[in-house]
């Protein structure tokens, strides 16, 4: 046994290759193999519960750290032991200057997951839960919450500084949370994925030291520098590299199973 209890996991581009749904054998194997020699497993994504899908059914998973941090959802009980919400008023500041600037967006709450007219349900990621996401006309009725905001656009880090003055000038509990190539997250101030890692080792007793985790991109940049053993995989994002206290293998050649073989963990 090494020092480490929390294994920590990304999921796209981790996990996953994008657009598959499927862990490979390996894959499985080593979740299995990680909760036989008695280590607590954690998903931590920016996936939330509508689009994390099949992964949360895996038996060796402990927890869901979802939608960048804002909630961690024990998978045993189905219980929501930490969330945090981004403020209602907050939002409708947000959704005017949305609609001023034609922005396309969608945001997830923990009953439905809501888009505007802009926002391209038909992508690859959202696809196969179409059926869990509404209208962004039907928030109100639904007195649901907000964990986290995507704002879809091209030009990412031109969009994310206007964001940011914008929130800053209204003086919102909100923040670009991270750009990709893609768009931004939007959560509430100062959450990330390593804010709800430091609660999920607090609740559990432990600290962010014991804890492995595996990312691909930006967004998992400041839990790869928080936790005791940051990994980056082969195929991540330079800045994610530069974060990270090893590279694994990219994520089509199962990179953390061999990563974590090699360490010890299992054989």
């Known amino acids: 046994m090494t020092k480490y209890k929390i294994l920590v996991f990304d999921i796209d581009g981790t996990l996953l290759p994008f657009g598959v749904d499927e862990l490979s054998p390996r ?153 990709w190539d893609g768009g931004v997250f939007i959560s509430s101030k100062g959450i990330t994925k390593a804010v709800g890692l430091k609660v999920l080792a607090n609740l559990l007793g432990y600290s962010l030291e014991e804890m492995v985790a595996f990312g691909d991109s930006e967004n998992d940049v400041e839990m790869l520098e928080a936790v005791g053993l940051g990994i980056a995989m082969g195929n991540g994002e330079d800045v994610t590299k530069s974060a990270a206290k090893e590279i694994c293998l990219p994520v089509t050649e199962d990179g953390p199973y061999f990563k974590l073989r090699d360490k010890g963990f299992y054989e």
């Open 27 to 179: 894959m499985k194997e080593m979740f299995e193999k990680l909760k036989q020699n008695g280590y607590i497993n954690v998903l931590c994504s920016g996936r939330d519960i509508f689009t994390v899908g099949k992964q949360i059914d895996n038996p060796y998973v402990d927890y869901f750290v979802g939608a960048n941090g804002t909630f961690i959802l024990d998978l045993k009980t189905k219980e929501y032991v930490f969330e945090t919400t981004i403020d209602y008023e907050d939002y409708k500041k947000f959704a005017e200057y949305a609609k001023e600037n034609n922005l396309p967006y969608s945001f997830v709450g923990n009953k439905w997951g809501y888009y505007n007219e802009l926002f391209n349900i038909d992508h690859w990621f959202y696809k196969p839960y179409q059926d869990k996401f509404i209208s962004i006309d039907e928030f109100e009725k639904q007195n649901d919450k907000n964990y986290l905001i995507t704002v879809s656009s091209k030009e990412s880090k031109v969009l994310g500084p206007k964001l940011t003055k914008f929130f800053e000038e209204n003086n919102m509990n909100v923040w670009v949370l991270a750009e």
